[in-house]
């Protein structure tokens, strides 16, 4: 085996789905250290155009990309997002780290710092940091885009070994259910209050939390998007 200049690389990303782009990361990775981990982030989030693939299928899409030979070599940690409470996100991550790596002192992290949402990159000055650039301009969040809305996709920055199930997903009831939340007929604008009502000219989308002895309150949304899923209580007002 050649030899690394690390024991253990750490990649952090959703991979929603994984790309040319990606690929090109891990390579480095495997480049630089022995063992790849693979933290795969909002673990058990509710679907939307942002995570549409679970945890578990983002990993086999991963592996799938991947040749048999470097798959022995790459683990993987699923991570779930902590909204305001960034602290208690890194310790998961940290704690996850420590017990897949036994506690190495030889651990960088790679990834690419694409804008202001890169910023997680830098919370770990424990470990080198080594930057893998932008293949391409490839980027998924325009992938979906084009994959939800698009009349024709466009599968070019996608390994050949995907594509055959990125299709078979455009007629589940997942991805028609995403499509829906994200698409507003003129007909439902028309009869929506934010945009029927005139005298509304800016208002404040707001939740609140509701405690009740050792039970909290929560509602299942009746509209889009989101509709049937499970939320805290939300209130409109206009703004003063």
């Known amino acids: ?29 495997l480049n630089t250290a022995e063992k790849l981990i693979i933290i ?25 990309s991947i040749n048999k030979k470097d798959k022995k070599r790459i683990s993987f940690i699923f991570l779930r997002d902590r909204f305001y409470h960034e602290d208690f996100w890194k310790k998961n991550l940290l704690h996850e780290v420590k017990t897949h790596t036994h506690n190495s002192e030889s651990v960088c992290i790679i990834g690419h710092e694409k804008d202001h949402t890169s910023y997680y990159l830098r919370l770990f000055p424990q470990f080198p940091f080594l930057e893998t650039g932008n293949y391409k301009n490839m980027n998924a969040t325009d992938f979906r885009s084009t994959y939800f809305f698009d009349k024709k996709t466009n599968y070019s920055a ?42 509304l000219k800016e208002l404040v989308y707001s939740t609140f939390l509701f405690i ?29």
Do not use: C, V
Request: proline share 6%.
């Open 40 to 64: 795969i982030g909002s673990f058990r989030s509710s679907p939307s155009l942002k995570n549409p693939w679970t945890a578990e299928e983002r990993k086999k899409m991963i592996l799938n």
């Open 212 to 240: 009740y002895g050792p039970y909290i309150a929560i509602i299942k949304r009746n509209n889009k998007p989101f509709k049937n899923n499970y939320t805290l209580p939300i209130r409109l007002t206009e703004k003063r």
């Open 1 to 29: 085996m050649a030899k690394h200049s690390y024991e253990y690389s750490i990649y952090i990303g959703r991979f929603q789905p994984i790309h040319y782009g990606h690929l090109k990361s891990i390579q480095l990775a």
């Open 158 to 199: 996608i390994p050949k070994t995907l594509i055959s199930f990125l299709k078979k997903f455009k007629s589940s009831k997942r991805f028609l259910k995403i499509k829906d939340d994200y698409t507003l007929d003129k007909h439902e604008i028309n009869n929506t209050t934010l945009f029927h009502n005139s005298n």
